[in-house]
């Protein structure tokens, strides 16, 4: 410091000498920790935002979630009745579980239109949306209505135990060619 | 004051506003002249949003259609009449409907919900108009592009908060509306499950973007319209789009007058 003054006072016009960093050289000087410190200060100030903004965005998705699981158990196949659409799961697991000649197929009830939920009418042997009248055989292929596609199937298994395993969280569509593949359907 | 005769009326006046109640709160004299007019609006938090002069033309019905002034208007009313509703409104699965139904048929002045749903469209409307004003005017041309923005933005929100509140009364009609609306976020880029891109976004095997952590899952609080959603509407649709769409107001508001001030040619 004095020797910045003393050079300023007797040069006049001479520019400001850079002062020298107090103490021993290698020593911790009021410089360097400012040089460290400043940008760690700003680092961690900026992830502390970030990783606040991160959990804030994180408490919309609960762990626990109060609403039916994706997978479920449905009981034995001689529950089932050949040549039946079975309705008993459809309110709280939203599936219909189909069984025809050769085995079982498990068709999610949310109409590929937009998503509204389908009627399963046996008397005229059709599933049919209320929303804007979409109509699906039994199949699932869809034949009247602005839906676009035919409903999409759940995984359909056999569990260790002998019962039918259902997960709607594995999709087949028929427009994929996915009905061909082992899971969409259940031999009997 | 002085100079004029003193009349019954004066003298009252006079003792009025000579009290350190009526000068605490009103700093300046009445306004009886251009000068304190002028005053009255520039001390006043309510009335200093409005500029203290405006062009003739602002105040001709043919050139504004009173439309942006309605649309706030009707804002306010939505604000009154929604906050009454909260008194009696539960926004659970097993209350919501029957809440509805009460204010309509057990509450005093059953109208009140009427009210609002009226004002909710009426709103939405005038917005539209506003807008359509707007733009045959021509008055989104620079120095005003940067507030048609904030317009578009309250459209936006204007139509949220119409959408929000379709589902609180919790019948079938606001529940596969809501059911139909909300699937458009299946769809969203990279943050939709059935969106263009969201397949791209995994860690190993495991699929990032499933129906359980989509964007539409962070707007109904699960997988399909449920208790989750409803609350989740609720709020949205009580406090948080209102505070948005406040605050976006005064800045619309404000600008009106720094960009040249209400519909007239610059």
Not at chain 1, 106 to 128: D, Q, R, S, V, Y
Request: overall charge positive.
């Amino acid at each position: 410091m004095t020797d910045a003054k003393v050079d300023a006072s007797s040069g006049g016009a001479a520019p400001p000498t850079t002062p020298v960093p107090s103490g021993k050289p290698g020593a911790f000087s009021r410089r360097t920790f400012m040089r460290w410190s400043i940008p760690t200060g700003w680092t961690a100030f900026t992830a502390a935002c970030v990783s606040g903004l991160v959990a804030t965005g994180r408490f919309m998705f609960p762990n626990v979630l109060f609403e039916p699981p994706q997978s479920f158990k449905a009981g034995r196949p001689d529950e089932y009745n050949v040549g039946e659409v079975d309705t008993r799961w459809v309110d709280s697991y939203g599936v219909w579980i189909v069984r025809d000649q050769t085995g079982f197929y498990a068709l999610i009830a949310t109409c590929t239109h937009l998503g509204c939920t389908p009627n399963w009418l046996a008397t005229e042997n059709k599933f049919k949306c209320p929303c804007h009248g979409s109509g699906f055989y039994r199949t699932g292929v869809n034949f009247e209505g602005p839906a676009p596609r035919p409903l999409e199937r759940a995984r359909i298994v056999l569990a260790d135990d002998g019962q039918i395993l259902i997960d709607k969280s594995v999709k087949y569509q028929q427009e994929k060619g996915d009905w061909e593949k082992p899971g969409s359907f259940l031999r009997a | 004051m002085a100079t004029t005769p003193k009349t019954l009326i004066g003298r009252a006046q006079e003792l009025v506003t000579s009290t350190q109640v009526w000068k605490s709160v009103f700093r300046n004299r009445l306004p009886d002249d251009r000068r304190s007019r002028a005053l009255v609006v520039l001390s006043n938090v309510f009335l200093h949003l409005h500029p203290v002069r405006i062009h003739k033309s602002g105040i001709r019905v043919k050139f504004t259609w009173c439309m942006g002034g309605l649309t706030f208007f009707f804002f306010l009313v939505l604000t009154f009449t929604g906050l009454l509703l909260m008194f009696y409104y539960r926004p659970t699965v097993a209350y919501a409907y029957m809440d509805i139904v009460d204010l309509a048929e057990q509450v005093p002045l059953g109208i009140m919900r009427e009210l609002h749903r009226w004002s909710g469209h009426a709103m939405v409307i005038t917005v539209w108009l506003h807008m359509l004003r707007v733009f045959l005017t021509g008055s989104y041309k620079p120095p005003r592009e940067f507030n048609w923005s904030v317009g578009v933005l309250l459209l936006v929100l204007t139509l949220l908060l119409s959408f929000t509140g379709y589902l609180l009364p919790w019948d079938q009609l606001a529940i596969w509306a809501i059911t139909v609306g909300s699937n458009m976020a299946r769809a969203t880029p990279l943050l939709g499950h059935e969106g263009p891109g969201s397949a791209l976004l995994t860690l190993g095997d495991v699929p990032l973007i499933t129906s359980g952590s989509d964007a539409r899952f962070a707007l109904l609080g699960g997988r399909f319209v449920g208790e989750g959603a409803l609350l989740r509407f609720y709020v949205l649709h009580c406090v948080g789009i209102p505070l948005v769409a406040a605050i976006l107001m005064a800045v619309h508001f404000w600008r009106v007058r720094k960009d040249g001030g209400i519909s007239r040619p610059l």
